[in-house]
């Protein structure tokens, strides 16, 4: 009985403890769709530094304003993720930081009452591929209390139109983006 008790205890902290990494530290998310190819590519499950850019503390209007701790500016070309106005999570790649104008031809945008990212915290962010093009000419800008980090290792890759057990790319275990 002692020995299942210490064992439920050293299970208990352990889920602790993940949680807490996957909360403040990194976290896994899932590519869908091919908007970032050949980049990264659908069923790529990527690695998301939360340190990356400062660690996000509240939001505006919740209980404790929004802040970073340890900020740090987002560049241009990061692959950056991000939760949009639906609170999915996206990835794709940083265009345009604050001070940038923004020049959009021969597409549709939908920008709401912006024109550059200013000296505010604004991002505009677009996807690598024209087949599947989910990125600020739909979102608008992005802002800073939106990104959650940055995108920086693809941990292992599935195709998810193969079956469950031949669908794994050997090929894009590990790979550093």
Do not use: H
Not at 16 to 40: H, K, N, S, W, Y
Not at 90 to 119: E, F, H, R, S, W
Not at 145 to 169: D, H, M, T
């Amino acid at each position: 009985m002692k020995g299942t008790v210490k064992f439920i205890g050293a299970l208990a902290v352990a889920f602790v403890v993940m949680l807490a990494f996957r909360a403040l530290v990194m976290t896994v998310c899932t590519i869908e769709g091919d908007g970032l190819a050949p980049q990264f590519m659908e069923g790529d499950r990527v690695v998301v530094n939360r340190w990356s850019y400062g660690l996000r503390t509240g939001e505006r209007g919740g209980l404790f304003d929004y802040g970073r701790i340890c900020r740090q500016v987002v560049k241009k070309g990061d692959f950056i993720a991000f939760e949009d106005s639906l609170g999915r999570v996206l990835i794709c790649q940083c265009t345009a930081v604050p001070g940038d104008t923004v020049y959009v031809k021969k597409a549709p945008c939908v920008v709401p009452g912006l024109i550059n990212c200013d000296d505010q915290d604004y991002y505009w962010v677009r996807s690598v591929s024209k087949n599947n093009p989910i990125d600020s000419r739909q979102l608008g800008f992005i802002p800073e209390e939106r990104i959650i980090g940055r995108a920086c290792l693809v941990l292992f890759s599935r195709n998810p139109q193969a079956p469950f057990w031949k669908g794994y790319r050997s090929d894009r275990l590990f790979l550093p983006k």
